[in-house]
């Protein structure tokens, strides 16, 4: 794990070399950066949707617990500013995080189900860097993660680089 660990950390860094120097780069998820993304578009096989097409706005937060390396970070969505759901990575021996690429990244989540059950699902992160502009492009969730599944992509640009931390107030 300390492997892919210290391996992921040199991969994301090389893609947000066109950030400036005092961007935070940890092995939180969502390509290892952390911090707010606006959601600019959502592209599906059949058709492309945007804020202006669907009627609200959405962001994905993500963070990184700064008291532990072992505590859970989280992925939290919002739709208009409101909270919709928040799912956590799995900690110790059940944590998983795949580079299938030096900008590709999978990270199992934590999905709480009714009651007191939960299920696991991977998500699929790439990260496209520019000198203008850090967007984020995120698949759904899928249980397993097949590569001919993952057909929806959704796109965040990167809004706030300040490390979020825990408690979770939001």
Not at 52 to 64: F, M, P
Not at 82 to 107: C, H
Not at 128 to 138: F, G, M, N, R, S
Request: proline share 7%; aromatic share 10%.
């Amino acid at each position: 794990m300390e492997t892919i660990s210290c391996l992921a950390i040199a991969v994301i860094a090389l893609a947000l070399q066109g950030c400036p120097s005092d961007v935070p780069v940890n092995n939180a998820p969502a390509g290892y950066a952390y911090g707010t993304f606006e959601w600019d578009s959502t592209i599906t096989p059949t058709r492309v949707l945007t804020p202006n097409t669907i009627g609200y706005s959405q962001k994905l937060k993500v963070r990184r617990n700064g008291y532990n390396d072992l505590a859970p970070a989280s992925v939290s969505f919002y739709r208009n500013d409101t909270l919709q759901r928040r799912y956590f990575e799995p900690v110790g021996d059940s944590a998983e995080v795949k580079e299938l690429d030096n900008k590709n990244v999978l990270i199992k989540y934590i999905l709480p189900g009714p009651g007191s059950t939960s299920t696991t699902a991977y998500i699929h992160y790439r990260v496209e860097t520019t000198d203008k502009a850090t967007t984020l492009i995120v698949s759904e969730f899928l249980n397993p993660y097949l590569e001919k599944a993952d057909t929806v992509h959704h796109y965040y640009r990167m809004i706030a680089l300040t490390p979020i931390t825990y408690p979770l107030n939001n």
